[in-house]
């Protein structure tokens, strides 16, 4: 998978746009598309939609299919996968960034309701193939990345089939998978778990 990680403020604070998030996404599950289309599937003016595509470009998030004919012409992704968030010390990447997934999981958690708010009108197979999971862990650092590995390998584990329509099985459908580890301080502390100070190990 192309994956591009994302280390400039800038670029992050571009991409931390309601539309600019549903333009991107939408190029990610309908493939390559004009500035007009996208407008009719997200119900936004082509001018609007257009003017943030050359926002996206600018930090590189999209380009121009050159393999495309005709006048208009549409526009795709770069990068198949982002990622960031992994910086030690507060700076304003760190900012941006975590202001980028704050945002991103305000919409995966509206979609999360939204889904649940019809859940009852799907057939009983579909219901059943849906779940939420939550809980709580005590693990070692080297445990916690293990986890995190086999989480990320277990929601990646058929990613390809967003770009690559041909390999989607008949009669799939498109499902969001999110998942997250972090600690949990509050709780621990509650529990009497060990802490550190600042010349501990961290």
């Known amino acids: 998978m192309d994956r591009r990680t ?13 539309l600019r998030m549903d333009i991107l996404e939408a190029l990610h599950v309908r493939g390559p598309s004009t500035a007009t289309q996208l407008a009719t599937h997200l119900g936004e003016s082509p001018s609007n939609c257009s003017w943030h595509l050359r926002k996206l470009a600018e930090h590189g998030f999209v380009t121009e299919d050159e393999g495309a004919h005709g006048r208009s012409r549409p526009w795709k992704v770069v990068a ?8 030690e010390a507060e700076s304003e990447t760190s900012a941006a960034g975590h ?8 919409r995966e958690v509206q979609r999360l309701l939204a889904a649940q708010r019809v859940e009852h009108l799907e057939p009983a197979e579909w219901r059943e193939a849906t779940t939420l999971v939550q809980s709580g862990l005590w693990l070692t650092a080297e445990e916690a990345t293990a986890v995190s590995a086999q989480l990320q390998e277990l929601l990646m584990s ?5 770009h690559h329509p041909e390999r ?3 009669g799939a459908r498109l499902f ?6 972090t ?13 550190t100070d600042e010349g501990g190990a961290r």
């Open 6 to 18: 994302i280390t400039d403020a800038a670029d992050l604070k571009a991409l931390a746009h309601p």
């Open 80 to 87: 198949e996968a982002l990622s960031w968030g992994k910086e």
């Open 99 to 106: 202001a980028l997934t704050e945002l991103l999981l305000a």
């Open 158 to 162: 058929h990613v390809d089939r967003l």
């Open 168 to 170: 989607r099985p008949e």
């Open 176 to 181: 969001s998978a999110v998942g997250w580890l």
């Open 183 to 195: 600690l949990r301080p509050d709780l621990e502390a509650a529990a009497g778990a060990p802490t």
